[in-house]
């Protein structure tokens, strides 16, 4: 499956964006899918993952209550909507898919090219 993220930006601090991470290739309701993010100079880690069929979502503890994965399986598409952004959430976004039923942290199987959110305090 080929993943195509989009919707990063520069905000302000208390600001919003939505990311939307497009799938081709594949069949969408058999994965898993995740969202990952980079830092500069940070190792890649885990923000959040829905279920294939969107009834089960979680989270990094430092972005529950602002951060709010979903997926259209109509759509091929994940999302994660980002209210409330700290600087500290500048980082570089990943969507990521693994096949299979419930959540994953880690083990995902493929990559998309990520997209960039940068905030300013």
């Known amino acids: 499956v080929q993943l195509q993220a989009s919707g990063g930006g520069l905000v302000q601090a208390g600001g919003s964006l939505r990311l939307s991470c497009a799938a081709s290739?594949?069949?969408?309701?058999?994965?898993?899918m995740g969202w990952f993010r980079q830092a500069p100079g940070k190792e890649r880690e885990f923000v959040s993952a829905i279920s294939r069929s969107g009834r089960t979502t979680y989270y990094l503890d430092s972005v529950k209550g602002r951060f709010t994965i979903s997926r259209d399986n109509a759509k091929n598409s994940v999302y994660l909507q980002m209210n409330n952004l700290r600087p500290e959430d500048t980082a570089v976004y990943y969507c990521?898919?693994?096949?299979?039923?419930?959540?994953?942290?880690?083990?995902?199987?493929?990559w998309g090219q990520g997209t960039l959110v940068t905030v300013s305090s």
């Open positions: 990521a898919a693994v096949p299979g039923p419930g959540l994953r942290t880690a083990g995902y199987d493929y």
């Open positions: 290739g594949g069949t969408f309701s058999s994965y898993c």
